[in-house]
Nanobody, 120 residues
Framework: VQLQACGGGLVQAGGSLRLSCAASGRSVSSYTMGWFRQAPGKEREFVAAISRFGSIYYAGYATGRFTISRVNAKNTVYLQMNGLKPEDTAAYYC???????????????WGQGTLVTVSS
């Protein structure tokens, strides 16, 4: 499975971005798809994940501001981010795994990351 993330960019605080991650190589409709992020000098952290059945986990900071969704027919997962804050600045990575989980080691396939920069 290859994952290609896009949609990052520079946005002012309070703005919105929509990230996309398209999978290729095989169908991921039976897998969990998730997003993680890593800010400079910090460890990678969980953002959100959606299972094959549509169950969703959000990190606390993402709840109410971010929305994860998927379109299986397109083999794609999305992350709609509203109310962005400077502390959301990070490289955002999509990932595919078997279980709905918040731990990075649970995910088997990773995209290359797309950079989100939020200015104050």
């Amino acid at each position: 499975v290859q994952l290609q993330a896009c949609g990052g960019g520079l946005v002012q605080a309070g703005g919105s971005l929509r990230l996309s991650c398209a999978a290729s190589g095989r169908s991921v409709s039976s897998y969990t798809m998730g997003w993680f992020r890593q800010a400079p000098g910090k460890e990678r952290e969980f953002v959100a994940a959606i299972s094959r059945f549509g169950s969703i986990y959000y990190a606390g900071y993402a709840t109410g501001r971010f929305t994860i969704s998927r379109v299986n027919a397109k083999n794609t997962v999305y992350l709609q981010m509203n109310g962005l804050k400077p502390e959301d600045t990070a490289a955002y990575y999509c990932a595919v795994g078997v279980r709905l989980a918040q731990n990075a080691p649970e995910y088997d396939y990773w995209g290359q990351g797309t950079l989100v920069t939020v200015s104050s």
